[in-house]
């Protein structure tokens, strides 16, 4: 589906991300988990065709991205970032725009608009504006406006970092079940191993611009990873209860 050979991006005098080799395959869902200031987001916009590399090839469903086909590969993504960036609009319109963009027939605007705001449990939000949303309620109407895009790969960076644990937890399970119900390619970016077996068992750790591990988030949590960003990332989670099931 995607994949990057030799990517480098610098920004400035800074090397930013620095990949050999990357690959999100059709119906992937890969987590990528990293420090601060790893890359992560970086990496995500320049998979989502959001960012230019400075040198390598990314490649969507084998063909190599150019000039001339990147703003019809990006129509075919979307990406949902922890702020939602919603426009001054009703809850309707903002997840009917990308439909407008991409020239959608009114009526299969209509269709599509009022089955994902029902998907999304947000049916009764429809006129409202996103001004007063809460958190939680913003953030499903960012994912109604991703999912009824009907997209091919879909890219989230940290999107419930910024909710309280309980309505984090209820977006993770509607997340983990769309993706599911839609198949859908996913890469969910994330700071916190919780977050994951909601999703995925499928992890790539960044540390410093580079990708040090792909595997399962069993064997990262059991400890059996031994690599020194990966331990770094656990440590937090190894006196934690909660944890202690899933580090056997
Ligand atoms: N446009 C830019 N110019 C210079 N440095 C940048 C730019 N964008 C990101 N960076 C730096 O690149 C590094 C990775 O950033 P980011 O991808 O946002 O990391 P993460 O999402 O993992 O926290 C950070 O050190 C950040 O300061
Ligand atoms: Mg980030």
Known sequence: MLAVKDLL??????????????????????????????????????????EKPTAGSV????????????????????????????????????????????????????RRVNYWLKKLGITDLSNRTPLHLSGGEAQRVNLARAFVLEPEVVFLDEPFSALDFPT?????????????????TALFVTHDFMEIPYLTDNVAVIDGGSVV???????????????????????????????????G
């Open 168 to 184: 984090r937890v209820d977006l993770l399970e509607k997340l983990g079940e769309l993706l599911t119900n839609t198949a859908t």
């Open 59 to 110: 490649f969507f469903r084998g063909q190599l991205v150019n000039n001339i086909n990147t703003l019809s590969f990006r129509r075919r993504m979307a990406v949902v970032f922890q702020e939602p960036l919603l426009l001054n609009t009703t809850v309707y319109n903002n997840v009917a725009q990308g439909l407008k963009f991409r020239s959608v027939e009114r009526a299969d605007i209509d």
């Open 213 to 247: 591990h792909r595997g399962g988030v069993r064997e990262i949590m059991k400890g059996s990873v031994a690599i020194p960003a990966v331990r770094r990332l656990l440590r937090p989670y190894q006196k934690s209860a909660m944890m202690r099931e899933y580090m």
């Open 9 to 50: 991006l610098v920004r400035g005098k800074k090397t930013i991300l620095q990949i050999d080799e990357f690959k999100l395959n059709q119906g992937d869902r890969v987590a990528l988990i990293g420090p601060n200031g790893a890359g992560k987001s970086t990496f995500l916009k320049t998979l989502a065709l959001l």
